[in-house]
């Protein structure tokens, strides 16, 4: 159980993702970033003056068997998310996951299944979830003020360079646009709609490395509800996000993935919220994991595993229907 005054935190991965995390962890009172660990000593020594970091570890094993902590920020390229789940949670660490929590189904089941096995925490890192503009616009929803939700609208795209071995063009590195950025708009999907989807229908572009460069999904759900979301890695797209009900609709403004301002028309009127992180956006995912495990939970009610679950098993179903297969799945 974590210390009373300091929640103690241990990032594995240190790349740019981590930096993000690191600067919203400034902004948590209670938590304390204590030690750090990638492949680099030399890397990860740097990331601790950077971030004023106390211990620096030569492996995820050293940081793992330290006693002063609590809990694990998993933020190395997809693939390697599985292995330092299974070895965090043998460790008895409190684990944040990046997203995705693995590049397939099956690996989401095992990290689950080694996280109950071993009796703690385990949430993949869907920020956005926390994020109070999205808390807003989702109790907008919950409390009826656009009537029934009927159609949800989602981009995330962006153009990167040509560059087939970064980690988001390269198979074996899990690479492609679904599971890097299509998570978010399937994910907030899921939190308007529910995880289970009646059908799934994707189209895409795989490009010369063999992974999905756009891709484009159509979800329907039991009463009717449609999710339209799209998802790119070499093409601009605009960010927005807009959830129409029978009586309105809410806008999450650019980019929506970490929106500040959220808009609900209803009834021939315009209301919008803006919102100011305390850090950068990353400090609220780390309050629900120290509040939920502080409170002995196992999973969060918000990102629980169910969700992580059907997330990876909708990722599958458009890879497979695009035909994206990466070099380690058998
Ligand atoms: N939540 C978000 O907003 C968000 C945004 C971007 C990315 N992500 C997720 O975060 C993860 C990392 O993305 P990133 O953009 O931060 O990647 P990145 O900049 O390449 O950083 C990954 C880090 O992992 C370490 N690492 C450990 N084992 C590795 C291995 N076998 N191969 C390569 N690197 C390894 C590397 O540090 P050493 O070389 O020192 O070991 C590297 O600095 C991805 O799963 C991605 O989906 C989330």
């Known amino acids: 159980m974590p210390s009373k005054s300091h929640f103690r935190w241990g ?13 919203g962890l400034s ?24 971030f004023k970091i106390p211990k620096t570890y030569a492996s995820a094993d050293e940081l793992l068997a330290d006693p002063e902590i609590d809990a694990v920020y998993i933020a190395t390229p997809h693939p390697f998310h599985l292995p330092l789940v299974l070895s965090a949670c043998a460790a008895k660490k409190a684990v944040l996951c990046e997203k995705p929590l693995t ?28 994020l109070p503009a999205i808390v807003q616009a989702l109790a907008w929803i919950s409390d009826g003020r656009i009537g029934e939700p009927r159609l949800l609208e989602a981009s995330f795209g962006f153009r990167m360079g040509w560059e087939p071995e970064s980690r988001l063009l390269a198979p074996e590195l899990a690479g492609g646009s679904l599971l890097d950025v299509g998570i ?27 992974v999905d460069e756009q891709a484009a999904l159509v979800l329907s759900y039991p009463r009717g509800e449609l999710a339209v979301v799209n998802s790119a890695v070499r093409t601009n797209t605009r960010h927005v996000a807009t959830i129409y009900g029978t009586e309105g609709s809410v806008t999450l403004r650019e980019p929506w993935w970490k929106a500040t301002e959220v808009t609900l028309s209803a009834n021939g009127t315009e209301e919008t919220l803006k919102f100011e992180f305390r850090a950068n956006g990353y400090e609220y995912e780390a309050d629900e994991v120290q509040r939920s495990v502080r409170a002995g939970k196992l999973e969060s009610a918000l990102v629980p595993h169910a969700t992580s679950i059907a997330l990876a098993r909708m990722l599958d179903s458009a890879r497979e229907q695009l035909g994206v297969k990466y070099p380690f799945e058998a």
């Open 27 to 50: 902004a948590s009172l209670e938590a304390e970033l204590r030690a750090v660990a990638g492949r680099s000593l030399a890397r990860s020594e740097a990331f601790a003056a950077e």
């Open 103 to 130: 590049p397939n189904a099956q690996g989401t089941l095992q990290a689950v299944a080694a996280a109950k096995q071993h009796g703690v925490f385990l949430m993949e890192a869907l920020w956005t979830r926390f």
């Open 184 to 210: 978010y708009p399937l994910a907030l999907a899921a939190w308007v709609f529910g995880t289970e989807p009646t059908a799934l229908k994707a189209v895409g572009h795989v490009g010369l490395t063999g």
């Open 11 to 23: 990032i594995l991965g240190p790349g740019s993702i981590a930096k993000q995390f690191a600067r």
